[in-house]
């Protein structure tokens, strides 16, 4: 049996519900025994199946069947995560994985107006849906206007309830850009999928309704795991 024909029983396996999400796939000596093939041809169906987003290879562990949420994510005048993504039906969730004051990258001093050597607040968060990492990236804000913001945003749950806390209700996405590349080592440990998965690597900037600067981001997406669409309408 060739590997394309393993691949293939085994996405209909769980496209029909005999794999379920979170089963331990069979070791490799019960798949060759099984399909009758050599082990190239399980590995490689194996790994075909993987770098689809179907199967997750945890190192020691075994190989999973994977239920990869298929997110769209609308980016438009004002693009909220949790608006974006809770009506979807997924559970989604935002964890900190590190914050520190430092000195504004030079583009992050343009995005935010900010003058060469100033000092800005960056938090690394990872966004999770139904258990899956989806994203993680960084955000960037002046330490002088926001000194605490971290601490606030843990404290009230969003960013936009955040904002809120400093007199600011509304604010919109002032500029998005966006490309595709190969995933790093580090990015495809973070977001838990097979290193020839490709990202999607998203920058933008945030801005008060009176056009100052809010916030510069970067944030690396998993290209398997979300679909942006852009809309040109007020989405007040």
Not at 101 to 118: E, F, M, N, Q
Not at 170 to 180: C, F, L, N, P, Q
Not at 218 to 227: H, K
Request: net charge neutral.
């Amino acid at each position: 049996m060739t590997w394309t024909m393993i691949r293939d029983l085994l996405a209909q396996e769980i496209a029909d519900g005999t794999l379920e999400p979170g089963d331990r796939l069979p070791t490799e000596p019960e798949l060759v025994a099984r399909f009758g093939a050599g082990r190239h041809s399980v590995r490689r169906a194996v790994e075909a199946l993987a770098k689809e987003g179907k199967l997750s290879v945890e190192q020691g562990r075994g190989t999973f069947v994977e239920e990869a949420p298929s997110l769209i994510y609308s980016i438009g005048k004002r693009t909220r995560l949790r608006r974006n993504l809770l009506p979807q039906g997924y559970d989604v969730s935002s964890v900190l994985l590190g914050a520190d004051r430092v000195v504004a990258p030079p583009p992050v001093c343009k995005a935010l107006g900010l003058s060469d050597g100033a000092e800005v607040v960056e938090s690394r968060r990872k966004t999770i849906a139904n258990g899956i990492p989806i994203a993680f990236g960084s955000n960037f804000h002046d330490a002088q206007r926001f000194p605490d913001i971290v601490e606030r945003r843990d404290v009230l749950g969003s960013m936009t309830e955040t904002y809120k806390s400093y007199g600011i209700d509304d604010y919109v996405r002032a500029e998005t850009s966006m490309h595709a590349r190969q995933a790093r080592a580090e990015e495809a440990k973070q977001l838990k999928q097979h290193p020839d998965m490709p990202v999607i690597v998203v920058r933008a900037v945030d801005r008060q309704l009176d056009g100052q600067p809010l916030a510069s981001s970067q944030v690396i997406w998993s290209s398997a795991r979300v679909r942006f669409t852009m809309s040109m309408e007020d989405d007040d």
